[in-house]
């Protein structure tokens, strides 16, 4: 297992359309979190699975956003009717519990540009 | 809500120079600590975190990190930097309170340019 794999890596899209990216966590990580990193600014948070349990959301993450992990492996992240202020790197991380053991493991990321 | 800041936006050091990134956080009660590091072109990877116990934590590659609890400070640092430690460092706060919040709240980002 190599890490934390984010697809796609690039995502040009039209203002108004939709957009889906996925995340496949380390295999053995139960906990799943999706970040959002603009220009000159460190990574915030979006929203936070644990299992398939959606347990915590951002309120950055607008009624356009929604984020599933549907049996507790792989995730995605839907942006519906893009903006221009959408265009970022979305980051996702994952962890085995016991942050105080094994931290955050972060993907690349998959970069938005919303024209 | 929690904030973190980094104090500098871009440091430029020589090779063999030594380094300090300041971090302070805002939020009063405890606390998990963390340093991340970005490598031009590849993920964010962890460098060091303080979860509690000793407040001077070691990381990879030579890096440290003191917590000083009064001064709500988490600073970074190498004595001795080289060209390949050229990337950016994020400093990040998790709130261990126990309200159950997961989130890790950044700074937002140090740059270091080391030079040869």
């Known amino acids: 297992d190599t890490g934390v794999s984010q697809d796609p890596r690039h995502k040009i899209t039209k203002r108004g359309q939709n957009v889906t990216f996925r995340c496949d966590p380390i295999s053995e990580h139960n906990r799943l979190y999706w970040y959002r990193q603009t220009l000159g600014q460190g990574p915030e948070f979006l929203t936070y699975f644990q299992n398939e349990a959606q347990l915590e959301k951002s309120r950055l993450l607008s009624d356009r956003f929604s984020a599933e992990r549907p049996k507790g492996s792989f995730s995605t992240l839907e942006i519906q009717r893009t903006e221009q202020g959408d265009s970022a790197m979305y980051l996702c991380?994952?962890?085995?519990?016991?942050?105080?053991?094994?931290?955050?493991?972060f993907g690349s990321g998959t970069r938005l540009t919303v024209v | 809500a929690q904030s973190v800041s980094q104090h500098n936006h871009h440091v430029i050091l020589s090779e063999a120079a030594s380094l300090e990134l300041g971090c302070n956080y805002s939020y009063g009660g405890t606390v998990n600590l963390f340093w991340y590091v970005q490598y031009p072109g590849q993920h964010l990877q962890l460098l060091l975190k303080y979860f509690s116990g000793d407040p001077l934590v070691k990381g990879i590659k030579g890096f440290e990190a003191e917590f000083i609890k009064s001064k709500f400070s988490f600073n970074l640092r190498k004595p001795s930097v080289q060209w390949s430690d050229t990337a950016e460092y994020f400093c990040?706060?998790?709130?261990?309170?126990?309200?159950?919040?997961?989130?890790?709240?950044f700074g937002k980002g140090t740059k270091l340019s080391v030079i040869p």
């Open positions: 990040a706060v998790k709130d261990d309170s126990g309200a159950g919040s997961y989130q890790l709240t």
């Open positions: 991380a994952s962890s085995m519990g016991l942050e105080a053991n094994y931290g955050y493991t």
